[in-house]
């Protein structure tokens, strides 16, 4: 299902299936914010952190089972499986695209 997603939200979950925490940074934009569990990471450096936090450290892969427009967001929904409590959960994913890269993610 990936393959349809605009191509900085593809590279980003190609890279979170591959536990790449280097690739999954490169898809955002140098400025980006992410918005997850009540946290707020703005900035490469705090969005690095995150991703090993949330992600790698847990194992933490995101399968996209659907996406769509809305508001000028790209909102995805799949399951999210890992090495962590409750594993695997499913989310909604709202992805702000800007310039070709992510320019904000939030998690609900």
């Not at 994913?93 to 320019?103: M, Q």
């Amino acid at each position: 299902m990936d393959a349809n997603l605009p191509a900085p939200i593809a590279a980003y979950v190609n890279a979170n299936a591959r536990l790449d925490a280097e690739a999954m940074l490169a898809a955002f934009s140098p400025n980006a914010v992410v918005r997850d569990d009540g946290g707020r990471h703005e900035g490469r450096e705090e969005i690095k952190a995150w991703i090993q936090g949330a992600t790698i450290d847990n194992r933490a892969v995101f399968s996209p089972d659907a996406w769509s427009e809305q508001d000028g967001c790209v909102v995805v929904n799949g399951l999210t499986t890992g090495e962590f409590s409750g594993s695997p959960i499913r989310f909604t994913v709202r992805f702000k695209l800007d310039d070709g890269a992510i320019a904000a993610l939030e998690i609900a």
